[in-house]
C-alpha cells in the first residue's frame, strides 16, 4: 500500500512540472494540423486520380 501511496504522490509532483500550451497556442496548432489534413487529402486524392487514369490508359 505504501508503493501505492508513493506512486501517487510522484505522479501529482510531476503533473505539476507539465508546461500546458495556452489557448492561443492550441489554437495555432489546431490550425497546422487542419491545414496538413487538407494539404495532404488534396494530395492523396489527386495521385489516385493519376494512377486511375493511368491504369485504365494501359
Given at each position: 500500500m505504501k ?6 504522490k ?22 497546422v494540423?487542419?491545414?496538413?489534413m ?7 486524392y489527386?495521385?489516385?486520380v ?6 485504365g490508359?494501359l
Amino acid at each position: 500500500m505504501k508503493k501505492i501511496k508513493s506512486f501517487f504522490k510522484g505522479v501529482k509532483s510531476e503533473i505539476k512540472m507539465v508546461r500546458w500550451p495556452s489557448g492561443k497556442d492550441m489554437l495555432n496548432y489546431s490550425g497546422v494540423v487542419l491545414c496538413m489534413m487538407v494539404f495532404f487529402g488534396i494530395f492523396f486524392y489527386v495521385l489516385d486520380v493519376i494512377f486511375t487514369f493511368l491504369k485504365g490508359a494501359l
